[in-house]
């Protein structure tokens, strides 16, 4: 069975940094694409970022570009992503979502519980 | 990167079938065959209903079904039933090798 379980959320001050986890089980862990979507309070998906299979190709959504890293360990089957300089509008559940494919596809079939990050003074 | 533009609502009866549309442009509906469809239920992780513009992953009711034409795809719902309601996105990749959701229609079944 195919799980996917985030962690490290929780409340941060903006400007401060979060280093999210997933960690993934049922399959093939280094064969597949990740993602990363968030979620503000009652509005809809926002794509955040995607790591190749291998970990070598990396791309990020304008919003969070120069931001958020996002990087992977194949050997822990656990995807990451680190939170810097965190905004207000960054509050939203993060979910880390596995790619039907190696390569960003769009086609995510199977998604985490999601991870609540709040951003607030 | 503008979000992709869906209805903010549909609804339809039991046993009728309603569409959505998710209209985007060349540069990413328009321009790959790497639309998919998601459905969301309140306080739930979305789930992959159709990858590839017209595809169904195992286990997805064939009551299901897309399609795209230029700039524009669809997701077309038949035999509607209570349980499909919910809200549904749309996704593209897009020229830039990033993703694109739509902004998500609330379906409500009658």
């Known amino acids: 069975e195919v799980q996917l379980l985030e962690s490290g959320g929780g409340l941060v001050q903006p400007g401060g940094s979060l280093r999210l986890s997933c960690a993934a089980s049922g399959f093939t862990f280094r064969n597949y694409a990740m993602s990363w979507v968030r979620q503000a309070p009652g509005k809809g998906l926002e794509w955040v970022s995607v790591v190749s299979a291998s970990g070598d190709s990396t791309y990020y959504a304008d919003s969070v570009k120069g931001r958020f890293t996002i990087y992977r360990d194949n050997s822990k089957n656990t995807l990451y992503l680190q939170m810097n300089s965190l905004r207000d509008e960054d509050t939203a559940v993060y979910y880390c979502a596995k790619d039907r494919g190696s390569r960003l596809s769009g086609a995510s079939d199977y998604w985490g519980q999601g991870t609540l990050v709040t951003v607030s003074s | 990167q503008s979000a992709l533009t869906q209805p903010a609502s549909v609804s339809g009866s039991p046993g009728q079938s309603i569409t959505i549309s998710c209209t985007g442009t060349?540069?990413?509906?328009?321009?790959?065959?790497?639309v998919s469809w998601y459905q969301q239920h309140p306080g739930k992780a979305p789930k992959l209903i159709i990858y590839d513009v017209d595809n169904r992953p195992s286990g997805v009711s064939n009551r299901f079904s897309g399609s795209k034409s230029g700039n524009t795809a669809s997701l077309t719902i038949s035999g509607l039933q209570a349980e499909d309601e919910s809200d549904y996105y749309c996704s593209s990749y897009t020229s830039s090798t990033t993703l694109v959701f739509g902004g998500g229609t609330k379906l409500t079944v009658l």
């Open positions: 060349s540069s990413d509906v328009g321009g790959y065959n790497y």
